[in-house]
């Protein structure tokens, strides 16, 4: 498969193979359900029943404008994040806001995206700036890179991280730990909850105790801290806000 990041929940994508491309989005369908999905080149029947059953939002062989990276915005939110500029950081956020939902609307308009899809996006984005804004206060911090092995990474407050945990990498967090990606490193959380996914060959280590890995069967779990006892609870597809 050959793929392309757009600028904000667009991902395209061009059909090689039918049974890769099915076990492809089975893999990674938390990953590309609120996303719209571009397809390039022939589609057959399989594939299209296939998406409509899922079910994935897609067009094929539609063409939209490239615009800023996900990435790159992220990297725009965090520069200057000091403890003396929130307000300021704040206003900025607005503005980024600002510019996103220009971004969007000119995407609608100029490709024939469904309104209903687009103003959805437009409401996620808002909620997910209005609450990382509310939380630099909190030390909030949300990185997008890959923690390669040898690499200790300490973190005054909360994380959030868009990225993987390779095997030999440790993490260290005093607050609370969301990352989207597996880890099969090593976390040292004491924060009151954690949303992973980990590998056998992870190492988890929550307010001092040691987690074991069969109880998190190689899917998306939250791990809370009530009353001094720790919950392990899958998160079901409607749960999930990256932003909570």
Not at 15 to 33: G, H, P, Q, R, S
Not at 85 to 102: I, P
Not at 167 to 195: K, P, Y
């Amino acid at each position: 498969m050959k793929n392309r990041q757009y600028s904000l929940k667009v991902f395209e994508t061009k059909v090689d193979d039918e049974a890769k491309f099915i076990d492809f989005f089975d893999t990674n369908y938390m990953l590309f359900k609120d996303h719209l999905i571009l397809i390039r080149g022939e589609m057959s029947d399989k594939i299209e029943t296939y998406l409509d059953n899922k079910p994935l939002k897609f067009l094929h062989n539609k063409s939209l404008p490239i615009g800023r990276s996900r990435k790159a915005l992220e990297e725009e939110f965090k520069m200057g994040m000091t403890p003396n500029n929130n307000v300021e950081e704040c206003s900025s956020l607005k503005e980024k806001f600002k510019l996103l939902e220009e971004e969007l609307k000119a995407l609608e308009i100029e490709n024939g995206v469904n309104q209903q899809i687009a103003q959805s996006e437009i409401l996620k984005v808002k909620s997910e700036i209005e609450e990382l804004s509310n939380k630099l206060d909190n030390n909030f911090t949300v990185l997008d890179t890959i923690i390669r092995s040898g690499r200790e990474l300490n973190i005054d407050g909360d994380l959030l991280l868009l990225n993987r945990v390779n095997s030999g990498a440790t993490i260290n967090t005093t607050g609370n730990l969301i990352i989207t990606q597996v880890v099969e490193g090593a976390l040292r959380c004491d924060g009151n909850f954690m949303m992973i996914t980990v590998s056998p060959k992870a190492n988890i280590i929550f307010n001092g105790v040691e987690v074991d890995n069969s109880l998190l069967e190689n899917k998306l779990n939250r791990i809370e801290l009530k009353n001094r006892e720790i919950f392990i609870t899958p998160v079901i597809k409607k749960e999930i806000n990256w932003a909570s």
